[in-house]
């Protein structure tokens, strides 16, 4: 009788000791998975654009899978685990593809997409046969149906990753057929709208210097308006082309002097012209 009693101590505490080893190893692996997801993630800050952004999906789906094969390898038996991790796996693996899709544009970022999506869902299925696998087989080696269950995933995710890349290339060259299509179509264009620029600038010519003489008048105009030197009403100002002719009489050859000073400060002004005339002087 003791015996039996003793017996069954024994077992009871080997499936304890198993139970706290299973959970402190399970433990183990989540905390490294997770650190190493840090430092990983902190190597895509230094990167920027979309690169930054595949750095960090990489670093993501790193962790997934780490923390995937702490589930097989100390939760074999717990289906909805499995599940759950695989299904972690195959989205992290999808928004890697996707984000590598961003680059392209048009109907290459669209094939590239659909890939991934596609690669999801082999991944997904796949996923579902290991946790089946888990599930039906529990007597199987841990270790065994983890390190399968990884070599299958990694599998999966190679042949996804290599479609996903092949099918980018073929996105590449298309667009650099477009893209060279379009110079070509744009370099005639070019010389079409040339000319036409060059008749339409003949044409406004004309038009911009009318508007630039008025803006000048009105700059010469105001300033003399502003200085308490010149008695603006008494100077008459024209403009054309550029060339500023000052007119009228004044009071003092320093109001004269002064008119002609303020319109050379004008912008635009290539010459200044003056027959102002002093009041009382001939």
């Known amino acids: 009788m003791k015996k039996i009693v003793f017996l069954t101590l024994a077992t009871a505490a080997s499936v304890a000791f198993a139970q706290n080893t299973n959970t402190a190893g399970y433990k183990a692996a989540q905390d490294k998975a997770a650190a190493d997801y840090k430092v990983a993630k902190d190597r ?10 595949v750095c960090e999906h990489e670093a993501k789906l790193t962790r997934a899978r780490a923390e995937a094969n702490a589930v097989a390898q100390y939760k074999s038996g717990d289906r909805s685990e499995i599940d759950r991790a695989n299904r972690k796996v195959a989205d992290a693996e999808y928004e890697l593809a996707k ?21 999801k869902n082999t991944a997904m ?9 888990a599930v039906l087989v529990p007597n199987a080696d841990r270790n065994t149906v983890a390190a399968n269950a990884a070599d299958v995933r990694d599998r999966t995710a190679n042949a996804a990753s290599n ?7 073929a996105a590449e060259n298309a667009k650099d ?9 744009k370099e005639k264009t070019a010389d079409m709208a040339q000319d036409v620029k060059e008749k339409t600038a003949e044409k406004t010519a004309d038009a911009s210097q009318a508007m630039s ?16 030197t010149v008695t603006a009403m008494d100077v008459h100002v024209e403009t054309q082309q550029g060339v500023v002719m000052l007119s009228g009489f004044v009071p003092t050859k320093a109001e004269a002097d002064r008119a002609v000073q303020l319109a050379k400060g004008v912008k635009g002004v290539s010459d200044v012209k003056s027959s102002i005339q002093v009041k009382g002087k001939k």
């Not at 984000?99 to 690669?119: H, I, P, T, V, Y």
């Not at 299925?125 to 696998?133: E, K, L």
Request: include cysteine; hydrophobic fraction near 40%; glycine fraction near 4%.
């Open 44 to 53: 895509c800050d230094a990167m920027k654009g979309n690169a930054e952004d």
């Open 99 to 119: 984000e590598k899709c961003d680059d392209l544009s048009g109907n290459a970022k669209d094939q590239c997409q659909a890939s991934a999506r596609n690669m």
């Open 125 to 133: 299925n796949t996923g579902a046969a290991d946790s089946r696998t």
């Open 163 to 169: 479609a996903a890349d092949r099918t980018a290339v």
């Open 177 to 185: 057929k477009t893209v060279a299509a379009a110079h070509n179509a």
């Open 213 to 228: 003489d008025t803006m000048i008048t009105a700059k010469v105009k105001a300033d003399m308006a502003a200085d308490k």
